[in-house]
């Protein structure tokens, strides 16, 4: 299957000048160089597709996630927004926006207390202050 699909290890890229679409260069092991554009407003969309699939792959184990030696580093994303909601069930969401582009988790009600408790942790200085 790869054949026909290039196995890619990086991305470079940037806004198009209208800044309506992010043009995309994808540079394969093997040289090949695939070039892409997606509308700015579909971008949420790529990123949910690429998360919900690597989901899939790393329940079934097909992922080795221990980090190469000459493995990138985690590159943090600049958050615009963070929004919580409860719709009902035992499930709450977790919007996080970037630019116009926002992405919904899905977690347990459950893990919300943890997850508050850490945030609060974090928002706290050194005094025990609130920042």
Known sequence: MTAAFPVIYSFEGGPSADG?????RATGFDASI????IPVDNVKHFIAFLLAWV???SEVGAV???NAPDEAQVMPIPATSIAI???????GYIGISVGRAELVFALPLASFGP?????????????GAAT
Do not use: K, V
């Open 55 to 57: 989901g899939t792959l």
């Open 85 to 91: 909601g409860a719709p009902g069930g035992q499930e």
């Open 20 to 24: 309506q679409t992010l043009l995309i």
């Open 34 to 37: 695939t070039t892409f554009a």
């Open 115 to 127: 997850l508050g408790q850490t945030l609060l942790t974090a928002g706290t200085s050194a005094n």
């Open 64 to 66: 080795d996630d221990t």
